[in-house]
């Protein structure tokens, strides 16, 4: 017999107790590879879906680029065993048997670019890339107008668009000339921000002064050689909201000095409010000590450039002075006592004795805004305890839950009283009614 003879009667064996022991079968270009012993040089076509997900029948689908061994998945694949001549060497993975192999042009390489994302496969024509990620990754690019990074790029256009023209000069007109402490000049250009765009300068305070009516603020940076000054003007939009942002940082425990209506020392620079504007100073010197002189000098040039009418700040003097705690008022937007139904008021905390409790004033638009206010109160008096009507529709009284004895009273378009009051408590709701209905505005 002879020997190619001999060797299609093996392969017809071989062939016959692979059927019967369930083994693969090869096909006819691999039989030639197991005959002569060679690797085959012509690429394997590519697996379905490649350069997104490959499915198959045995599993999950496996992202492009991720070998069998790096899947997750346990499940066996038969694997294509290499003769006795060493020719062919089995690629396939856990999740169907797929090659990552290199096309005609040199072969791909996965790679995860600066973003995070990954270049997709390059095809036959030599170089196209996928740009966005598994994620869909997306660089952000400054706009046309250099946008803002950190403390001294340029104004970007969303700040342009949401500050009325009026207001920004307005803010310009707060900031210092240049020389107003030795050679500090001013490194333009100011910064400006909106509603919209606070939260970009000071994330985890923006929300505070949104609360408030924030309208704009203006960053300015002064610099001498390494030193520099930072002001920072913040526009309320009405004194009593400049007030009121004002008011959430101060405590007693604060450093007073004599600059705008009022002005605090910070653990970072200065606060004062004077009109409008709220205003913050922070500088940061080589020697501290003329970082100090720098900020004090700047804090003062710009309280100077502030005009004050006063006008609307009425309810600041409703409440009695009288037994109260030096610099405790705050002043209230919204959420007065953290009921929804006080608003525009003024809170204080008053000691007698050794017990300290709070009084509050609310200024409602009519007489009618503050009797639904006090009709809201008292349901809500009535729902966590047991009040007691003194002059119906105007006065009541009683223990609350969470906020001990409870007086309130209604006078005209004022709603006014006293929480955590302590036993002896007549003598100061009495001097509160007294204060209130001498000094409220009809």
């Known amino acids: 017999m002879s020997l190619e003879r001999s ?7 071989l062939l016959a107790a692979c059927f019967l022991a369930g083994a693969p079968v090869v096909s006819d270009a691999e039989e030639c590879d197991f005959q002569t012993g060679r690797e085959s040089g012509a690429a394997a076509p590519a697996a379905p879906g490649e350069g997104g997900s490959t499915a198959s029948a045995s599993g999950p689908a ?30 396939a993975d856990s999740q169907g048997g797929r090659e990552d192999e290199a096309d005609s042009q040199g072969g791909r390489e996965d790679e995860a670019d600066s973003q995070g994302g990954r270049k997709g496969a390059a095809d036959s024509q030599g ?13 952000d690019e400054a706009d046309s107008q250099g946008g803002r990074e950190g403390a001294g790029g340029a104004v970007s256009s969303q700040a342009e668009e949401e500050i009325a023209a009026d207001v920004r000069e307005g803010l310009l007109g707060v900031l210092p ?103 913050q100073v922070s500088a940061d010197f080589a020697d501290e000590a003329r970082g100090e002189k720098a900020a004090l000098a700047a804090a003062k040039a710009a309280a100077a450039r502030i005009e004050d009418s006063g006008e609307g ?12 705690v030096e610099a405790s008022a705050t002043y209230v937007l919204d959420g007065v006592l953290g009921q929804s139904f006080l608003s525009n008021g003024v809170v204080a905390r008053y000691r007698v004795g050794s017990e ?24 809500f008096a009535r729902a966590h305890g047991e009040p007691a009507e003194a002059e119906k529709g105007r006065e009541f009284y009683g223990r609350i839950k969470y906020y001990g004895m409870t007086a309130v009273f209604r006078h005209g378009r004022y709603l006014a009283g006293g929480t955590g009051l302590p036993d002896r408590w007549g003598s100061l709701f009495g001097r509160l009614k007294n204060h209130v209905e001498e000094r409220a505005a009809p």
Request: hydrophobic residues 40%.
């Open 7 to 13: 060797c299609s009667v093996l392969s017809v064996a």
């Open 62 to 91: 496996v992202p492009a680029g991720v070998h069998a061994e790096e899947s997750s998945s346990e499940e066996a694949v038969p694997a294509d065993e290499a003769d006795s001549q060493g020719g062919r060497e089995g690629a």
């Open 127 to 139: 170089g196209r890339e996928d740009e966005a990620d598994s994620q869909g990754g997306r660089e």
């Open 177 to 279: 000339e240049g020389g107003f402490f030795e050679e500090l000049d001013l490194d333009e250009p100011v910064v400006f921000y909106g509603p919209e765009t606070l939260y970009e300068y000071i994330n985890g305070q923006a929300e505070g002064y949104l609360s408030y009516g924030f309208r704009a603020l203006a960053s300015a940076t002064y610099l001498q050689g390494g030193d520099s000054v930072v002001v920072d003007v913040y526009d309320m939009g009405a004194p009593i909201r400049a007030f009121g942002v004002y008011s959430t940082f101060r405590s007693p425990a604060n450093e007073f000095l004599e600059i705008g209506r009022e002005c605090i020392r910070l653990a970072d620079g200065l606060m004062f409010w004077k009109g409008r504007m709220a205003v």
């Open 313 to 324: 700040l009425e309810v600041l003097e409703l409440l009695p002075p009288e037994g109260r």
């Open 356 to 379: 300290v409790c709070r009084l509050f004033v609310c200024q409602y638009v009519s007489d009618e805004a503050a009797a639904d206010a006090y009709a809201k109160y008292l349901n």
